[in-house]
């Protein structure tokens, strides 16, 4: 690592951009520590599938250059930033943690990653993950799982583990991950970093890898609130490429961490407290008290219809995953298996390709949208849905934010959950109500266990007021001081 680069594993943005001023150290140099330390770190834990060395430069001798010239080189230039794998990168491999798209070369970038190059960051690798998004631990990539780098025998949640582990690990300064049930804010918990699922439709999909279109959310990783509204606001806005993607004007984020929280009214739903393992009960309760020091106003609130969110959640995530994956048949994207015949050809070609928790979304979303099965499952799901983000208008009708665990329970041990799928799908049981309901939402670290692994506090706020959850997020982390 560059002498002149001293602590990139804990450096900020605002620090980067500092140094980059006073000419400590130049944008060139940062990348080349950056990707020395996570190519050496990567053996430990298998965070990154692929390096882009050529493209981390290239942007570095860009923002050099515009230092150079006295001219402004972006909010975040000279800042290494992770790439989850299911977010397309012109000329640069994506696998999606798939054998299937194991040679895959996208012929465009996504918006997101456009986004963030135009503001002077630096793209240092891609992310592994869970094969197409579908897991919570990253045990399903195709490349190996990921390692929690606090605790190496551990998951680092999914499916954006690679992510969110990049950023404890402190090879990125930030990443890029996506959300469909859980896959940001949950990994986010489990590696003690802060992690962002805007509104739907506030960040482009255009270029992110289609889970289940209608959850599918793409988001910042970072070590500081600070530093994911900085991310969110490069990012964030309309884009022609995605009809979905919100007109909503994107507000001057950092102008509002202010820590101005007093008084405001926070709903702790009860149903998200059951089934919670007591440490991580715990921590959740004395960052409760930390919010109430900081003069907010607490109180019991309800979502009745929780109950039925991961039920409903797979359901409609399968039924849309199953139309999504139907276009990797060998004919477009993928590697072709030999075969005789055009079904023959479809069938080896998903049936070496997809691991087996793909396939089993595939069956289970085929099923559910069959005649005969349609209204009695998908048409159904989608009324709990309604019912689901009814309850949270009802909530935010009386509280400005909600505050609820992130998972029931820390990081589980590699292997531990892999034959019991149905358990597997319970470590998102708190996180998939902000998915379905399409609000913004987040985690924010809170504290550790007895065993030194980490937890994250969940805060949720209405439609498009990211504004009033980072508020919330930063003046905690000030109060609390849970990170770093
Ligand atoms: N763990 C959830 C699933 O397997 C969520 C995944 C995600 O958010 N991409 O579907």
Do not use: W
Request: glycine share 10%; hydrophobic share 40%; aromatic share 8%.
């Amino acid at each position: 690592m560059s002498a002149r680069v001293a602590g990139l594993a804990t450096l900020t943005i605002d620090q980067i951009r500092t140094g980059l001023r006073a000419r400590q150290f130049s944008a060139v140099e940062v990348a080349q520590s950056a990707l020395e330390f996570a190519q050496a770190e990567n053996p430990k834990t298998n965070a990154y599938l692929h390096f882009s060395p050529e493209r981390a430069l290239a942007a570095a001798e860009r923002a050099d250059r515009k230092v150079a010239a006295g001219e402004d080189p972006g909010t975040l230039a000279g800042v290494p930033v992770a790439v989850k794998d299911v977010i397309v990168t012109r000329g640069l491999r994506t696998t999606c943690g798939s054998r299937l798209l194991e040679r895959y070369i996208p012929p465009y970038d996504a918006t997101a990653v456009v986004r963030l190059e135009q503001a002077g960051a630096m793209i240092i690798g891609k992310a592994n993950c869970d094969e197409f998004a579908m897991g919570s631990s990253t045990e399903n990539s195709a490349f190996g799982p990921v390692k929690n780098p606090v605790a190496l025998d551990r998951v680092p949640g999914g499916s954006s583990g690679g992510s969110a582990a990049a950023v404890a690990q402190g090879t990125a300064v930030v990443a890029l991950g996506s959300d469909t049930g859980g896959s940001i804010r949950q990994p986010a918990s489990f590696c003690g970093v802060v992690g962002v699922t805007p509104t739907y439709g506030r960040v482009s999909r255009y270029g992110l890898v289609a889970f289940a279109s209608s959850l599918d959310h793409i988001g910042p990783f970072s070590r500081t609130v600070r530093d994911s509204a900085l991310v969110l606001h490069s990012i964030a806005g309309r884009d022609e490429c995605d009809s979905t993607s919100a007109f909503a004007p994107v507000p001057d984020y950092l102008a509002e961490l202010d820590g101005r929280v007093a008084g405001l009214k926070i709903g702790v739903p009860r149903e998200y407290f059951e089934g919670l393992t007591s440490e991580s009960g715990d921590l959740i309760h004395k960052g409760i008290d930390v919010l109430k020091k900081l003069g907010c106003q607490v109180r019991d609130i309800s979502l009745p219809a929780t109950k039925y969110a991961v039920a409903c959640y797979y359901i409609i995530a399968t039924a849309e995953a199953s139309s999504n994956l139907a276009r990797y048949d060998g004919v477009r994207y993928t590697t072709r298996a030999a075969s005789d015949t055009l079904s023959d050809m479809y069938r080896s070609t998903r049936g070496e390709g997809f691991g087996a928790e793909c396939k089993r979304r595939i069956m289970l979303g085929t099923y559910v949208l069959s005649h005969g099965y349609y209204d009695a499952y998908y048409l159904k799901a989608q009324r709990v849905r309604a019912l689901i983000a009814q309850d949270f208008k009802n909530a935010f009708a009386e509280v400005d934010a909600i505050v609820a665990p992130v998972s029931p329970f820390p990081a589980f041990k590699l292997g531990e959950k892999l034959d019991d799928p149905l358990e597997m799908y319970l470590s998102d049981i708190y996180t998939i109500t902000g998915d379905l309901a399409g609000i913004p939402c987040m985690s924010v670290p809170c504290g550790k266990t007895a065993a030194g692994l980490p937890v994250g506090m969940q805060i949720l706020t209405r439609h498009f007021d990211e504004t009033g959850m980072f508020r919330l997020a930063d003046a905690f982390e000030k109060a609390g001081g849970f990170t770093g």
